[in-house]
């Protein structure tokens, strides 16, 4: 089968082809825009998708080497994610279905993340469990099947990507500021500042402690020094990177403990992140798990785990028809 994705639940555009349960192309538009205003705007997201669309389609088309009478089906990321950008992606997928008399695909954003461990080898056989963790979702999930996963934790406040990104703000870092936190962090000392790690029960998470926690001690340390941060950047950030870790990782370690799960995956833009996937690797070490990444072009926001997960949805006859809406807090189920 030959399948077109779309994805465009935020600020990037992207669009992939899949044959035959392969990829054959999968093209990202960034946007740019967003940087001067600190974080996504999404009405400006929005105009961007329109703007970006149809080339992103059609350098995924040519670069397959297929044209759109070629495909079989026409996918699409449903939600969650922002309404106006959804709305973009959903439209447009469901125009070319219908235009082609094509079936169609609704993907659930989340669903497409944890399933892009399945795009290349190695793969992880289910069941396994799956931390999700991205700008906008921190999530534990029980993956038991391609289309029968279980969400068994996740944040009640602020996601993981938040939490960099919000603090890195604090630090003066330009936006997004996670990767620019990354960077910095290998370069400082983790145990130099202490922070503290959000404890909540069962197996959810919660960042927005951390945040007011590092407002506040920077309040204090540059009433006493304007140029703490400057002078100790690189240790503020291995610190909180650290503290975001150790909270993610101390979930993890009780979930998979609990579930009797060793096959554990990482999914979600912040598994991009080193620290996170040496944090991760040691502790498999220690645990005894068998830990599955997926590589950095399937870790972010990209229409190839949209791809992959409409291959399975195609395997199993879900499809949608053309009343199907966009979705910006659809549930993983």
Not at 91 to 118: C, D, E, S, W, Y
């Amino acid at each position: 089968m030959t399948i077109l994705a779309i994805e465009s639940s935020c600020d990037d555009t992207s669009a992939a082809v899949m044959v035959g349960g392969e990829i054959r192309s999968n093209v990202v538009a960034t946007q740019q825009v967003h940087e001067q205003y600190g974080g996504v705007v999404p009405e400006l997201a929005s105009r961007a998708h329109q703007q970006h669309l149809i080339p992103v389609v059609d350098a995924a088309l040519q670069k397959a080497g297929i044209s759109k009478n070629d495909l079989d089906a026409v996918a699409f990321t449903q939600g969650p994610g922002l309404l106006g950008s959804l709305l973009v992606g959903g439209m447009f997928a469901k125009t070319l279905a219908l235009a082609l008399g094509k079936p169609l695909i609704a993907v659930n954003h989340m669903r497409a993340h944890i399933l892009a461990h399945f795009i290349e080898a190695p793969r992880p056989a289910f069941p396994f469990l799956c931390l999700t963790v991205s700008g906008g979702h921190t999530q534990l999930v029980v993956v038991r099947s391609a289309l029968d996963m279980e969400i068994i934790g996740q944040t009640t406040d602020d996601a993981a990507g938040e939490a960099f990104d919000k603090t890195g703000k604090l630090l003066g870092l330009p936006y997004p500021a996670g990767p620019h936190l990354d960077k910095l962090a290998r370069q400082g000392n983790p145990k130099r500042f202490a922070f503290p790690v959000g404890t909540m029960p069962g197996y959810d998470f919660s960042f927005s402690g951390l945040k007011t926690a590092v407002l506040y001690f920077l309040k204090k340390e540059m009433a006493q020094n304007s140029d703490f941060i400057q002078e100790n950047l690189p240790d503020l950030c291995a610190s909180i990177q650290h503290t975001i870790i150790q909270t993610l990782l101390r979930q993890l370690r009780r979930a998979a403990h609990d579930q009797g799960l060793t096959q554990v995956a990482l999914a979600g833009g912040v598994a991009a992140n080193s620290g996170l996937r040496q944090a991760l690797q040691d502790e498999a070490e220690a645990q005894g798990w068998q830990v599955f990444i997926p590589a950095f072009q399937f870790c972010t926001d990209n229409a190839g785990m949209v791809a992959m997960t409409a291959h399975f949805q195609y395997q199993a006859g879900d499809f949608a028809n053309q009343l199907v809406s966009s979705d910006p807090r659809l549930k993983l189920t």
